[in-house]
């Protein structure tokens, strides 16, 4: 979905590497998401935040630290990547009004080494 | 290429039928639905969703049945073409938050 963004699409790291994953989306969605996908799981929410001056941690936050630099912008961040978050991420974004869809970007898929 | 369908239960289905794909969802007090369609290489597209106080709900080509005496969601697709091949996964929410749980989703693959 072209509304929502994300960049790098594909990144190799090494071991404690810092590493930031961004996020674009011109919905005009006040929340916004980070999410890792690995092969047979299913999505997991790492961070989570309802407008800029607010951000939460979802169920595996650890490892992992957010900034969200305005509305339509989410970043992720990895301080000292590790192989174990070797996944595929993803930012979606939904409007608030309760429980709502989620709309998702392309993904990012990252590699540690 | 693309490894989320791994390790994923497998629905292959003959081109032009229909096929169902089921869901068990784990909190009786979700109040509301989505299904999301993830092809190779894409982020989860949504599809359909549905409330709790409807138990149908259709859209294109797509029918969405939630029983909530089981806790049990349906998608079912007619006339599957090959560019419904795909992982297919629910999703549940409401409940008092405004977070989804995602289940590990369906891997469907359409023979021509």
């Known amino acids: 979905d072209a509304d929502v963004t994300q960049t790098p699409r594909n990144r190799i790291t090494k071991t404690g590497k810092r590493i930031m994953l961004e996020c674009s989306q011109t919905k005009g969605h006040d929340r916004m998401y980070w999410y890792r996908q690995d092969p047979g799981l299913g999505l997991r929410l790492i961070y989570y935040s309802f407008d800029v001056k607010d951000i939460n941690k979802g169920e595996i936050s650890d490892g992992y630290s957010v900034s969200r630099q305005a509305q339509a912008k989410f970043s992720l961040s990895l301080e000292s990547a590790i192989p174990n978050q070797t996944a595929l991420y993803f930012c979606?974004?939904?409007?608030?009004?309760?429980?709502?869809?989620?709309?998702f970007g392309p993904g990012t898929r990252l590699t540690v080494l | 290429g693309e490894n989320v369908g791994l390790h994923l239960p497998t629905l292959s289905v003959q081109e032009g039928d229909n096929s169902i794909i089921n869901c068990a969802y784990s909190?009786?007090?979700?109040?509301?639905f989505i299904w999301y369609k993830q092809e190779s290489g894409k982020g989860p597209q949504f599809i359909i969703d549905i409330r709790s106080n409807m138990d149908k709900r259709q859209g294109q080509r797509v029918t969405v049945l939630l029983n909530k005496t089981v806790k049990h969601l349906s998608l079912q697709i007619a006339a599957t073409q090959p560019g419904d091949s795909a992982v297919y996964f629910c999703a549940e929410g409401g409940a008092g938050s405004y977070q989804l749980t995602f289940g590990k989703g369906t891997k469907l693959s359409v023979i021509p």
């Open positions: 979606a974004t939904s409007v608030a009004r309760g429980t709502d869809t989620q709309y």
């Open positions: 909190n009786s007090a979700s109040d509301y």
